[in-house]
């Protein structure tokens, strides 16, 4: 019985495995509201090469007319005296977005912070549906916050993501996301 249990885990598991993989892979831009960027770390005011290329995706998404409004997020790192959020805006605004296009979520310092927060600052402003950019690995958790914060989510993982370009790196994130995917579906918050 315990055999057959510990079995059934593990093939659970690897259908995590999976689908964090499979949500990764399709990228479905579709016209929303707001193409929603999570954050990730800045260093000194510039944004890190993950961050970065979160970012540079954003905006060819922005460009392409995909979405009129920007979301950005990310609180305040350990050590970090500017939110993610804060430097995130600020290199939009240098790349040619104008400030009133950019609306800022700095109080998030988890995923879902982020997108419960955003998700409020979405609904304030009268939009729901939200394109969101960040790496692969993050899709599958994204869409699940998403849908628990009452957004209408469209995955648009960045295709130039630093992490999935380093295979020990990408392998390191997708096992956490398998862990934190079925939490996220039966907690709501992780």
Known sequence: M????VA????????TIGLVLLAGSHHRPHR??????LGAAQYNGRPSPVLKARLDYALQ???AG??????????????DTLSEADVAGRYAVAHGVPPAAILIERAGVTSAQSVFAAAAILRAHG???ALLVS??????????LSLKAGLVPYAAPTPMSRIEASPNSRWR?????SVLVPATALLGSK
């Open 66 to 79: 995909w979405a009129r409004r920007l979301v950005v997020t990310g609180g305040i790192g350990r050590h």
């Open 32 to 37: 929303a509201d707001a193409i929603l960027v």
């Open 2 to 5: 315990l055999g057959a249990g």
């Open 135 to 144: 790496d692969p690995f993050h899709m599958l958790r994204l869409e699940l």
């Open 173 to 177: 994130y997708v096992l956490r996301e």
């Open 61 to 63: 998404l922005w460009r």
């Open 127 to 129: 939009m729901r549906r």
């Open 8 to 15: 059934l885990l593990g093939v659970l598991w690897l259908g």
